[in-house]
C-alpha cells in the first residue's frame, strides 16, 4: 500500500513536466542564409515576431559551411523537440543535383513546417534589346539562334536554371553568361553598359536602371504579377505551362517532429509575415511573402521543385562537383 502511494505521488510530481506547453524554454534556429543577405534579414524580423508571440526567445545560429549544408545537416539530425529548427532556402534542392555526396535529402530528411517568403526574378533586358515583352523576346531568339545572351552569378544558380528552363518550354536559344563569385554588381554594370542582353535577379537590382531608361522589364517569374510592378506581365501569360523556379525560404523541422509543434510554429510564422508594419523591409529586400500556406502546401512545393529542376538539370547534363 505504501509502495503504491509512493509510486502515485511520484507519478503526481512528474506530470506537471511533461504537460508542460511549447515552447517552454528557447529554441534554437539554425540558419543556411549568409548573414546580412535579404534571406538574413527577412528572417530575423520575422523570427523577432515569432518569438513575442511564442514568449521564449529563438537564437539564431548562421552556419554558412559548405553553402549552408552544415546548417541543414545539423538540423536534419537534431532531436524532434521542436528546440531545434532549420531555417532553409531553394538551395537545399539545387544542392541535390549540384554537390556530389549530398548529406541530406530535402524531401526524405526533413518535417517541412512552413513556406515563408520567395525571392521571385524578373527578367530585365538592355534598353537596346529589341523586344519588350517575353512574346517578342522569344521570337528575336528564334530568329537570331545565339545571338542573346543572359547574365548569372554562376551555373547551377536558380537563375541559370530559370534561363535554360525557357530556352527548353519556349524554344529559345540564348546563350548563358555566367559570372563567378556571386558579383552582382560587375553583371548590373555590364547589362547598363550592353555588355550583356539580359540579367535575372530580384527587383532591388534593377530599380534605379529602370527608373533611368537604362534596363527595362520584360516579365516576372511567378504565377502572379509582382505587387510592385503590376505592369509587368509574368511569364506564364506568355507560355501558360511554364514552371516557375524561385528562391524559396522556409521554416523546416527533422523527421518525425510532432503536428502540434508544426502547427504552432507555422501559424505564428504566417503571423509575422502578414504584420503589414513589415511590408516595406520585404519590398526593398525584393521579397515576395507567402502567408496561410499549409505545412503540406510546402512539402508539395519541395517535391515538385526536385522534379523539375531535376529535369532541367538532367537536360542540360550538369555534374556535381
Given at each position: ?11 503526481g ?14 529554441i534554437?534556429?539554425?540558419s ?11 528572417m ?13 526567445p ?16 545539423a538540423?536534419a ?9 532549420t ?10 543535383f ?5 548529406p ?5 530528411d ?30 528575336y531568339s ?14 547551377g ?31 548590373i ?14 527587383l ?26 503590376p ?8 507560355l ?14 527533422p ?12 501559424i ?11 511590408a516595406?523591409k ?13 505545412s503540406?502546401e510546402?512539402?508539395?512545393q ?20
Amino acid at each position: 500500500m505504501h509502495r503504491n502511494l509512493a509510486a502515485l505521488l511520484l507519478l503526481g510530481a512528474a506530470l506537471p513536466a511533461l504537460a508542460q506547453p511549447y515552447p517552454s524554454r528557447q529554441i534554437l534556429l539554425l540558419s543556411g542564409a549568409s548573414v546580412g543577405s535579404g534571406g538574413d534579414i527577412a528572417m530575423r524580423a520575422v523570427v523577432t515576431r515569432m518569438a513575442d508571440a511564442l514568449g521564449q526567445p529563438i537564437v539564431v545560429e548562421s552556419r554558412r559551411g559548405a553553402g549552408g549544408l552544415e546548417a541543414y545537416t545539423a538540423g536534419a539530425r537534431a532531436e524532434p523537440n521542436g528546440y531545434t529548427l532549420t531555417f532553409a532556402n531553394g538551395g537545399l534542392v539545387t544542392n541535390r543535383f549540384m554537390k556530389k555526396n549530398m548529406p541530406v535529402d530535402a524531401v526524405k530528411d526533413y518535417t517541412p513546417i512552413v513556406h515563408v517568403f520567395n525571392t521571385v526574378f524578373f527578367i530585365a533586358a538592355h534598353s537596346g534589346v529589341p523586344a519588350n515583352s517575353l512574346k517578342e523576346l522569344i521570337e528575336y531568339s528564334k530568329r537570331n539562334p545565339g545571338k542573346l545572351d543572359y547574365a548569372t552569378t554562376g551555373v547551377g544558380s536558380v537563375a541559370h536554371l530559370v534561363g535554360e528552363s525557357l530556352n527548353q518550354q519556349a524554344g529559345m536559344g540564348m546563350v548563358h553568361v555566367p559570372y563567378s563569385g556571386g558579383n552582382t554588381a560587375t553583371v548590373i554594370n555590364d547589362l547598363v553598359t550592353g555588355r550583356v542582353h539580359l540579367y535575372l535577379a530580384a527587383l532591388p537590382s534593377f530599380t534605379q536602371h529602370v527608373a533611368a531608361g537604362r534596363v527595362k522589364l520584360i516579365a516576372y517569374v511567378d504565377r502572379q504579377r509582382s505587387r510592385l510592378r503590376p505592369e509587368v506581365p509574368t511569364v506564364n501569360e506568355t507560355l501558360p505551362g511554364y514552371y516557375n523556379i524561385v528562391v524559396w525560404y522556409g521554416f523546416l523541422g527533422p523527421v518525425g517532429l510532432p503536428r502540434p509543434i508544426v502547427d504552432r510554429i507555422r501559424i505564428e510564422a504566417n503571423k509575422a509575415t502578414a504584420d503589414p508594419s513589415l511590408a516595406p523591409k520585404f519590398d526593398t529586400l525584393g521579397m515576395s511573402v507567402v502567408t496561410g500556406q499549409s505545412s503540406e502546401e510546402f512539402a508539395r512545393q519541395i517535391a515538385s521543385d526536385v522534379e523539375h529542376i531535376g529535369k532541367v538539370v538532367k537536360e542540360l547534363q550538369l555534374k556535381p562537383e
